[in-house]
């Protein structure tokens, strides 16, 4: 029999009733409410303790375990065990896999939080210091947690009062109201703003194909956007336009495809290969305006990272996945809301990064891809099924006449 204790908004984010359903959901595990206060304020914090059995020993462990992972705490837990990697990019077989949450470990005993939440990954122990360290990125002879003994997380909390925001990351459908979830929408990005923190967009290429580049340039001009991350098409095809007028050979005037067009995206790969880059395309007078311009304009953190499909690709894109994973983590402290639009694989990619404290807005016309994201682990995800050229302008047009309301630039 072990004990387990729970704190926080655990009725209003659903925590409790995790619990109780991972307790009731193995037929060897049983369970004793010993103590149970709900908050009476809105800001007050619920406790609940509980005693936990299991037909055996093995069973009981891995049922904590379990129970860890969403929030719980097992008051008599040791020190955090560690092994030594083998060699680089090795962990010992039984290293401790992390969430994206706020994750702490047992040092000396102390609880220690863990910097860098990130999913996926392992923590390495340096001393008194705790770090989420990717697979590649571990070296011989580090200090890798194991097992979940003296690990503890701190699942998301929900404050009793709900705000549109929290309240419409519930469901996927097309059905929300765009209009007041985009307001919102603007108001948490100038706060964010105001606080200090950047605002990402991870885009696709139908950013450009569907017209709304002109929008996304002025969010980064205006400085409403500071972080871009993407691929070698959403970059290549915003270049295409500036230099042709088209997206992948089709007028974005009129939508109709122009005459040989379909070279048009080949021939400005090469025109920005030949100069060395997009920075010198600038400087040489070449491209004076649209996405990219205006990012490196900016000097924003531009991320792009390649895939076995990419035509060209422009000098500027990173083609070792790892190196453009170390890139993207450079950045990720720093971030405070990212905008996922129209791009399922660098969504789900970048999300896997983004710690559980990150606003995100997952954006496409497919309900799909929206879905997806949240299924692999990005639980905070806020999705909102629409044509992507909507949502940049609508977002554009809200936070305009938010700021003018806040009387900030």
């Given at each position: 029999?072990r ?5 926080g908004?655990?009725l ?10 991972v ?10 409410i ?7 304020t809105?800001?007050e914090?619920?406790?609940?303790r ?25 008051p008599?837990d ?14 010992p077989?039984?290293?401790?896999a ?7 470990v ?11 939440p990130?999913?996926?990954c ?15 990125d ?5 200090r ?5 003994e ?10 009793r009062?709900k705000?549109v925001?929290?309240?419409?990351s519930?469901?996927v459908?097309?059905?929300k109201p765009?209009e ?14 105001a606080?200090g923190?950047?605002?990402l967009v991870?885009?696709?290429p ?17 400085d ?59 400087d040489?007078g070449?491209?004076r305006?649209?996405i990219?311009?205006q990012?490196y304009a900016?000097?924003i953190?531009?991320?792009?990272a390649g895939?076995?499909?990419?035509d ?5 894109v990173?083609l ?8 993207m ?7 405070g809301m ?20 990150c ?11 929206v ?28 936070l305009?006449?938010?700021a ?6």
């Amino acid at each position: 029999m072990r004990e387990i204790e729970l704190r926080g908004h655990i009725l209003d984010s659903g925590v409790f009733g995790r619990v109780l359903e991972v307790i009731m959901d193995n037929d060897r595990a049983r369970y004793t409410i010993d103590d149970f206060v709900v908050g009476r304020t809105e800001s007050e914090p619920s406790t609940a303790r509980l005693r936990i059995e299991a037909d055996t020993a093995v069973a009981l462990e891995e049922l904590l375990d379990a129970l860890r992972d969403i929030g719980a705490v097992v008051p008599d837990d040791t020190d955090a065990v560690t092994e030594p990697a083998p060699k680089d990019g090795v962990m010992p077989d039984d290293f401790y896999a992390t969430t994206n949450l706020e994750t702490e470990v047992r040092i000396r005993e102390t609880w220690t939080p863990v910097a860098l939440p990130e999913m996926d990954c392992s923590v390495v122990i340096d001393g008194d210091t705790a770090s989420t360290v990717a697979p590649s990125d571990v070296r011989k002879g580090d200090r890798v947690v194991v097992g979940h003994e003296g690990v503890r997380v701190r699942a998301l909390q929900r404050p009793r009062k709900k705000q549109v925001f929290e309240f419409m990351s519930s469901t996927v459908s097309s059905e929300k109201p765009k209009e007041r979830l985009i307001a919102e929408i603007a108001r948490e990005l100038l706060a964010i703003r105001a606080a200090g923190k950047r605002v990402l967009v991870v885009g696709g290429p139908a950013i450009v194909h569907t017209g709304a580049g002109k929008y996304l340039e002025r969010l980064i001009r205006d400085d409403f956007v500071s972080a871009l991350f993407a691929g070698n098409a959403l970059a290549l095809h915003d270049i295409e336009s500036q230099f042709f007028g088209t997206s992948l050979g089709v007028n974005l005037d009129d939508a109709f495809p122009v005459e040989e067009g379909h070279v048009h995206h080949l021939r400005a790969v090469n025109r920005i290969r030949a100069v060395g880059g997009i920075r010198p395309a600038m400087d040489a007078g070449m491209l004076r305006a649209g996405i990219m311009y205006q990012a490196y304009a900016k000097n924003i953190p531009v991320v792009l990272a390649g895939s076995i499909r990419d035509d060209g690709p422009l000098p500027d894109v990173i083609l070792d996945i790892v190196e453009a994973q170390r890139a993207m983590r450079r950045y990720v402290p720093e971030i405070g809301m990212a905008l996922m639009v129209g791009t399922l694989l660098h969504s789900i990619a970048v999300g896997n990064l983004l710690p559980a404290s990150c606003k995100v807005i997952c954006v496409d016309i497919n309900p799909a891809s929206v879905t997806k994201l949240t299924d692999r682990g990005s639980t905070q995800t806020i999705g909102l099924v629409m044509d992507v050229d909507s949502f940049l302008r609508e977002l554009y047009q809200a936070l305009g006449r938010t700021a003018s309301k806040a009387g900030t630039p």
